[in-house]
């Protein structure tokens, strides 16, 4: 009986480990150097503190083990915060918010080239999924399920 409970806890241990590593979020200079070396598709996930949606989306979907396992074996991954005012560079082009200088919540250059309908605003939450050529295959402007998010994979 001991060693049964033992073996209980080391097993209920070993799969909360391995469920808080959770997606391998890369950053976009992690990206470009990944996909230089392997390519492969891309999940993009565009959030904001104050996204109500968003936050549901962290703790609800990609906390699923089934969608860490896919995300993680099959794609790579970047979630970004669109007000970030940290420059980022991508393909030898820097990437800047511009907005933050005028707006209280300015938008990077980056959601709004590549999560944005009109160029001006980006609804959230956003995420992108490319293929391991980083052509655009799917756009989401809404929340999903990680059944949804699944079938979209």
Known sequence: MKHIVTLLI????TISSFAQNGINWKTWAELEQALE????PVLVYFHAEWCAYCK?????VFTKTE????INTEYYAVNM?????????FDGVTFVNKQAETKRNGIHELPLLLASRDKK???LPA?????????????VFSY???KKLLKML
């Open 127 to 139: 995420t992108l999924i490319f293929d391991n050529t980083l052509a655009i295959k799917q756009r």
């Open 67 to 70: 969608v860490i396992n896919k």
């Open 121 to 123: 605003t980006v609804t």
């Open 56 to 60: 549901k989306i962290k703790r609800d």
């Open 37 to 40: 070396e392997n390519p492969k």
């Open 10 to 13: 080391f097993t209920l241990f």
């Open 81 to 89: 915060d669109i007000e970030t005012t940290q420059p980022i560079t």
């Open 144 to 146: 999903y399920t990680s």
